[in-house]
């Protein structure tokens, strides 16, 4: 069983940057792709970014693409979002997922283990 947490969250005004990070439990945490997703009020969970199980395939939206920037330490089994340059629309809750293999997937589906979400808000 592997137990997700993220950190990090909070209220930031447009053009900010804030840093999202995960923490997962478990020795296997380095066999797992890992991935961001978040959920506005009203709307779907949506695919934010992606990484592979060494790190070295990382998929982003469309949205955040330029701006966020997925990582992750597999000595400290701990998976980042770097958001910069923040935009109202980027307020959701975060959550961070465990995927089912080494793969950077971009379907919700692709992943196992999901954290309880943090709460970003992008003030205009």
């Known amino acids: 069983q592997v137990q997700v947490v993220e950190s990090g969250g909070g209220l930031v005004q447009a053009g900010g940057s804030l840093r999202l990070s995960c923490t997962a439990s478990?020795?296997?945490?380095?066999?797992?792709?890992m991935g961001w997703f978040r959920q506005a009020p009203g709307l779907e969970r949506e695919f934010v970014a992606g990484?592979?199980?060494?790190?070295?395939?990382?998929y982003y939206a469309d949205s955040v693409k330029g701006r966020f920037t997925i990582s992750r330490d597999n000595a400290k089994n701990m998976v980042s979002l770097q958001m910069n340059r923040l935009k109202p629309e980027d307020t959701a809750v975060y959550y961070c997922?465990?995927?089912?293999?080494?793969?950077?997937?971009?379907?919700?589906?692709?992943?196992?283990?999901w954290g309880q979400g943090t709460q970003v808000t992008v003030s205009s």
């Open positions: 997922a465990g995927g089912r293999t080494g793969v950077a997937e971009t379907q919700a589906l692709g992943y196992r283990y």
């Open positions: 478990g020795r296997t945490f380095s066999i797992f792709g």
């Open positions: 990484i592979s199980s060494r790190g070295g395939t990382t």
